[in-house]
């Protein structure tokens, strides 16, 4: 079974700081991974995924993330943040678990930016 | 504009009673899915649908039923079953990019 482990429920920063956000993930198999912006009271956004190939992730709104597959980690981040990416965050995986492609979530992270 | 509609975005339901839940696409993906979120524990999926006709439980679909009668409507049912049913509810599809899962916008269900 696949499992995703957002260790920060909560992560406060100031504008034009930098941030990174955990995720921590267990596999025995090959997993793709994702993750997501929620506004309040909206559905998700991808921010970004990783399937294959480069391991560091370039996503939208300047956000990337690194896949660690020795830490099996995907951490987010994003070298100045600004106000109004203050949201929840969550990080997901999916695998080939034998039919379909579910997602797993983390519990999510929510960024606070402060002035 | 192609994406995932949901309707409506509030809903409440009675004691007793079953309610629906509207989920429409128009990005011609094979799959659906719905979820369930509550705070602090992520999403959870209630059932996926791979094809037409088509649909299998998730991690929490007692007190749910689906139907998937057309590829471009995935609706969910919350019966009277679900003593707990209080929640934002996400509808996602997924097409041929590989893996990648779309949100609708959500519906939030009260119990009055």
């Known amino acids: 079974a696949q499992s995703v482990t957002q260790l920060d429920s909560q992560v406060p920063v100031f504008e034009e700081a930098p941030v990174e956000l955990r995720c921590n993930y267990s596999?025995?198999?090959?997993?793709?991974l994702f993750w997501y912006v929620q506004y309040p009271n909206q559905g998700l956004q991808l921010l970004l995924k990783?399937?294959?190939?480069?391991?560091l992730v370039k996503g939208i709104n300047g956000f990337e993330a690194e896949f660690n597959k020795s830490q099996t980690s995907f951490h987010l981040r994003k070298p100045s943040v600004h106000i109004s990416d203050t949201a929840e965050y969550f990080c997901?995986?999916?695998?080939?678990?034998?039919?379909?492609?579910?997602?797993?979530f983390g519990t999510g992270t929510q960024l606070k930016v402060e002035l | 504009d192609g994406g995932i509609t949901q309707s409506p975005k509030y809903l409440f339901r009675k004691e007793g009673q079953n309610v629906t839940l509207s989920c429409e696409q128009n990005?011609?993906?094979?799959?659906m899915y719905w979820y369930r979120q509550d705070p602090g524990q992520g999403l959870r999926l209630i059932y996926y649908?791979?094809?037409?006709?088509?649909?299998q439980k998730g991690d929490i679909a007692e007190g749910y039923s689906v139907s998937r009668e057309k590829k471009e409507s995935f609706p969910l049912t919350v019966t009277s079953a679900q003593k707990n049913p209080t929640a934002f509810y996400l509808c996602?599809?997924?097409?041929?990019?590989?893996?990648?899962?779309?949100f609708g916008p959500g519906t939030r269900l009260l119990v009055l």
């Open positions: 996602a599809s997924k097409g041929q990019e590989k893996e990648t899962q779309y």
């Open positions: 596999s025995s198999v090959s997993v793709y």
């Open positions: 990783y399937l294959s190939g480069s391991t």
């Open positions: 997901a995986v999916s695998g080939p678990t034998g039919g379909g492609n579910k997602l797993t």
């Open positions: 990005l011609n993906h094979d799959a």
């Open positions: 649908s791979q094809i037409v006709n088509d649909f």
